[in-house]
C-alpha cells in the first residue's frame, strides 16, 4: 500500500495567514491526489484533484501543487472559515490511502 | 442536486454482520464507471480515514476492496432501488468507526454520504 505523509500534524494560524500542508506519497503517484476539508461532525469536503484542479465551488485561495512524490496544499489568505481539518489522499492504485491530517488551528 | 442518505443500525454485536445502505438521488448506481464509483470509507481514531471497497457498473458489475477486509466485506448495487450497500461480516470493537459512503470521480471523493457512527459492542 502506498503511505501518506501529511505535516506538520497542526499548525496555529491567525486569520488573513497564508497557510501551507505538506503531503509525501511513499512511491510516485504522479499527479493523483486530492485533498480534503473535514469540519468537526461533517464528512470531507473536497477541495482540490488531480493535485492542482480546483473542484467546482471551492474557493479560489485554495491551490494545489506537486507530483511524484512530493505535494502542498495552500490557503493563500486564511478565512475565519477555513479552520478544520485537512486531508490528502492518494488516488494512484488501490487501495486508496489518505495521510494522518494537518489540523488548522486559531 | 446529488445527495447520498445512509441508514441502517449503529449498533453491532461481536461476531455479527455489520449492514448500511447508502440511498442516491440527483444520480444513478448504474452511472458509468468511467465517470462515478460508488465507495464506502470509514474513519477512527486508531484508524484514521481508510478506504473499504467500491463498485461500479461497466457493462458488468465490478467490486474492488481493501485486501485486510477482503475476505469479510461485500458492497453489492440495488439498482431498483438506486442504491448501494456494504456488508461487513464476523465484527470485532476494532470496526467500531464512523462509516461513509461516497461517491468518486477521477478517483477522488466529490460526494459523501452524513456518516453512520457504527458501534461493535454486546
Known amino acids: 500500500d502506498i503511505q501518506m505523509t501529511q505535516s506538520p500534524s497542526s499548525v496555529s494560524a491567525s486569520v488573513g495567514d497564508r497557510v501551507t500542508i505538506t503531503c509525501r506519497a511513499s512511491?510516485?503517484?504522479?499527479?493523483?491526489l486530492a485533498w480534503y476539508q473535514q469540519k468537526p461532525g461533517k464528512a470531507p469536503k473536497l477541495l482540490i484533484y488531480?493535485?492542482?484542479n480546483l473542484q467546482s465551488g471551492v474557493p479560489s485561495r485554495f491551490s494545489g501543487s506537486g507530483s511524484g512524490t512530493d505535494f502542498t496544499l495552500t490557503i493563500s489568505r486564511l478565512q475565519p472559515e477555513d479552520f478544520a481539518t485537512y486531508y490528502c489522499?492518494?488516488?494512484?492504485?488501490?487501495?486508496?490511502?489518505f495521510g494522518g491530517g494537518t489540523k488548522v488551528e486559531i | 442536486q446529488v445527495q447520498l442518505q445512509q441508514s441502517g443500525p449503529r449498533l453491532v454485536k461481536p461476531s455479527q454482520t455489520l449492514s448500511l445502505t447508502c440511498a442516491i438521488s440527483?444520480?444513478?448506481?448504474?452511472?458509468?464507471?468511467?465517470?462515478?464509483?460508488w465507495n464506502w470509507i470509514r474513519q477512527s481514531p486508531s484508524r484514521g480515514l481508510e478506504w473499504l471497497g467500491r463498485?461500479?457498473?461497466?457493462?458488468?458489475?465490478?467490486?474492488d476492496y481493501a485486501v485486510s477486509l477482503k475476505s469479510r466485506i461485500t458492497i453489492s448495487p440495488d439498482t431498483a432501488k438506486n442504491q448501494f450497500s456494504l456488508q461487513l461480516n464476523s465484527v470485532s470493537p476494532e470496526d467500531t468507526a464512523l462509516y461513509y459512503c461516497?461517491?468518486?470521480?477521477?478517483?477522488?471523493?466529490?460526494?459523501w454520504g452524513q456518516g453512520t457512527v457504527v458501534t461493535v459492542s454486546s
Open positions: 461516497a461517491r468518486a470521480q477521477n478517483r477522488a471523493f466529490d460526494l
Open positions: 440527483g444520480d444513478s448506481v448504474s452511472t458509468d464507471g468511467n465517470f462515478a464509483t
Open positions: 463498485t461500479y457498473y461497466m457493462s458488468k458489475w465490478f467490486n
Open positions: 512511491q510516485d503517484i504522479t499527479t493523483w
Open positions: 488531480g493535485a492542482s
Open positions: 489522499q492518494h488516488a494512484h492504485n488501490f487501495p486508496l490511502t
